[in-house]
């Protein structure tokens, strides 16, 4: 089993992996980490889709599961750093779901993300934990940098709960909503 491709963002690959004779793959890893980094803006949901293949007619369900270092510490953190699982089956040999970034993300650095396929449906330590050998399957490492489109504070507010902004991010419109203790707000956005 191999991850036949994957789009994520501005990322788009389908060469396949080692047991695809993919020369850039090494035994069962492709590396991508020496690629420019995907830039991602923190609070920001991006849609993934990973593609399964094998060299034989005969297919077989696997496990497709996405770790991101959010605090970017050089090690996958169990379990908020295991972003995805998700299975592929007989009938159905891609995945597609988002992924959300996170306010609490290192910003400006390359961060390491890993995807891995595995043909261990059950829990397993190299889909759980990120690290391991396993039978048959495919680790693809790359690297993405968070960015942070909006100040990380709110000056000057007093007696505002539940402060949100949404589509984050906006392009033209957005909406702020709030709950306040006071019968008048008033609110500058600038």
């Given at each position: 089993s191999d991850i036949g491709g994957i789009v994520f963002h501005t990322f788009n690959t389908n060469s396949g992996g080692a047991h695809l004779l993919n020369t850039a793959a090494q035994e069962k890893r492709t590396d991508y980490t020496d690629d420019a980094p995907?830039?991602?803006?923190?609070?920001?949901?991006?849609?993934?889709t990973v593609y399964h293949t094998q060299r034989t007619a005969v297919h077989a369900d696997a496990k497709i599961t996405v770790f991101i270092d959010y605090n970017n510490d050089k090690e996958f953190d169990i379990p908020s750093e295991r972003v995805f699982t998700n299975y592929t089956s007989v009938g159905n040999?891609?995945?597609v779901d988002n992924i959300t970034i996170p306010n609490k993300v290192i910003t400006g650095v390359p961060t390491g993300m890993r995807i891995i396929l595995n043909n261990d449906l059950g829990p397993n330590v190299p889909s759980d934990d990120a690290c391991g050998p396993y039978t048959s399957g495919e680790?693809?490492?790359?690297?993405?940098?968070?960015t942070r489109k909006f100040p990380a504070g709110i000056g000057n507010v007093s007696g505002i709960n539940e402060l949100g902004v949404?589509?984050?991010p906006a392009k033209d419109k957005c909406k702020l909503q709030f709950s306040a203790a006071y019968n008048a707000i008033e609110v500058t956005v600038t």
């Open positions: 995907i830039s991602l803006d923190v609070d920001s949901t991006y849609s993934l040999f891609t995945t680790t693809e490492d790359l690297m993405v940098t968070f949404y589509p984050n």
